[in-house]
């Protein structure tokens, strides 16, 4: 990968972005329903699209091909649910889109609050506080990171779609 002139990430193979969209997402709560949906409608439009569908370990680094995917996207589609915050790999991540957006010019993120409200992920109230409390012990030097990234995308203007 390599820099252009604006500053964005593209391929050095192809002279162009490696991804449209990179999928931001807690597998568990959004894999059979909204993912699902969502990733159909970008294949089926031709939208070049990055979704990990692997089971990640908590507590360990994320691996490099997951930065390389981020940073090789036009776009971030940050899905937030209501255990969205208990996976320090989804707050990684977010983290580092956060940072391209800031880095990057271009890179935009598109933030999705699925069963929560953009209050809720803004404040970390309800899931988003337990899952904080969670995290204070074991990921004390990133905390402050990912509430910042949280507070960040939370306020961009997205959608808000209820369960069911």
Request: overall charge positive; hydrophobic content about 40%; proline content about 3%.
């Amino acid at each position: 990968m390599a820099l252009i002139n604006d500053g964005s990430t593209f391929s050095l193979r192809t002279g162009r972005w490696i991804f449209d969209v990179f999928l931001n997402f807690r597998g568990e709560d959004t894999r059979h329903n909204i993912l699902r949906l969502l990733y159909a409608a970008l294949v089926q439009k031709g939208i070049s699209s990055f979704k990990d569908d692997k089971v990640l370990e908590r507590g360990k680094p994320i691996p490099s091909e997951l930065y390389n995917a981020i940073e090789g996207s036009r776009f971030s589609v940050v899905i937030f649910s209501k255990n969205y915050a208990f996976s320090s790999w989804c707050l990684d991540e977010l983290t580092k889109i956060v940072e391209c957006r800031q880095k990057m010019k271009g890179h935009i993120i598109f933030p999705v609050f699925f069963d929560v409200e953009p209050t809720e992920v803004r404040k970390q109230e309800g899931s988003f506080g337990e899952a904080f409390t969670n995290h204070e012990e074991a990921f004390k030097e990133k905390v402050k990171i990912w509430r910042d990234a949280l507070k960040e995308v939370a306020n961009i203007s997205g959608w808000v779609i209820p369960k069911g």
